[in-house]
């Protein structure tokens, strides 16, 4: 594994390191010819790169997921296609240096919204824990009844504040999105994230996958003022994926998605208390394996392509 898709970013001409998330690396032009050619093409932008680093209850783990990151670019750009009438995307090139070549994409950068946008269509993670403490999920009321696994009456926009990174994002009130970015981009960020979830519904559920719950990012493009789609898009990372021949509400279902690394780290297998402050276990050869395949295993049914890896 290099150091492209985990550990220390790579020294990529043309480009300057500016900032490295759990999973991703983010590098603007350097002032270099390279760096000032794309600015005078593109505009003002950024180059994103996905690593293979995994993260879960707020931790990066070890070691990484093979070829996860190469995944993850794949997979947004085939979803930023399909979704190219409802709402423009931040790509655009994917011209990038041989070192992060299948792993990067260059982006326009947009003036991000504090608010991560999540659509449900069935309860499940975060959602079935507010909804079990008093029925409802960010203030959203539910039917009685809901299990596990329960698909939803209609899909609902719960939205979360954004956290600072190595903290938890907070579940809040559609309110709280008014109080932040004002009544009419609020709604236009509903609106948006509810239309994305049900072109993705309906494209997953033909290729005989449950789109359970995804995040989605928006900012403002700063040339022409639109909404954009930024940051990744409809990933096993941002979005939980259920094979629909499998589906029976009533417990945790099986999944295209790291849930399989969260279901470990919460298991007597790998002996971590989640409450307490010791880092979480190394994952096993064998979980890393696994949740390598469902990775590719989301790619390939949702895309009907083969990844080359």
């Known amino acids: ?27 603007e032009p350097d002032g270099t010819t390279a760096g000032v050619a794309l600015r005078d093409l593109h505009g003002d932008v950024v180059l994103v790169v996905a690593s293979d680093r995994v993260s879960a209850y707020d931790h990066v783990l070890s070691p990484g997921i093979p070829d ?35 792993r990067a994409m260059v982006c326009r950068r947009l003036e991000m919204f504090p608010v991560e946008c999540v659509a449900r269509g069935y309860l499940t993670g975060s959602g079935l824990a507010e909804y079990r403490h008093d029925g409802h999920v960010t203030g959203i009321a539910l039917p009685a009844g809901l299990v596990d696994g329960s698909r939803l009456p209609e899909p ?33 960020l509903r609106d948006l994230t509810l239309a994305v979830y049900a072109r993705a ?10 789109l359970a719950d995804t995040k989605l990012e928006f900012g403002t493009d700063p040339t022409t003022g639109a909404v954009t789609l930024g940051d990744e898009v409809l990933t096993p990372d941002s979005s939980r994926f259920w094979p629909a021949d499998a589906w029976e509400p009533g417990h945790p279902q099986p999944s295209f998605d790291k849930q ?49 890896v």
């Open 1 to 27: 594994m290099n150091d492209a898709s985990l550990g220390t970013p790579p020294v990529l001409p043309g480009w300057r390191h500016v900032y490295s998330g759990k999973v991703r690396d983010l590098y």
């Open 68 to 102: 996860k990151g190469v995944v993850l670019t794949a997979l947004s750009l085939w979803w930023f296609d399909q979704l190219a009438d409802l709402v423009p995307n931040h790509v655009v090139s994917t011209d990038v240096p041989d070192a992060v070549a299948g």
């Open 156 to 188: 609902i926009f719960t939205p979360a504040a954004k956290a600072e990174l190595g903290d938890h994002d907070e579940n809040v009130r559609f309110s709280v999105v008014v109080d932040t970015v004002g009544p009419e981009l609020a709604e236009r």
């Open 201 to 210: 519904e309906t494209v997953a559920r033909e290729r005989g996958v449950i």
């Open 260 to 308: 399989y690394v969260r279901d470990w780290l919460t298991s007597p297998a790998s002996g971590w208390d989640r409450a307490s402050d010791a880092p979480p276990p190394a994952l096993p050869a064998d979980v890393v394996a696994r949740t390598r395949d469902r990775y590719l295993d989301a790619y390939e049914r949702l895309t009907g392509r083969t990844l080359d």
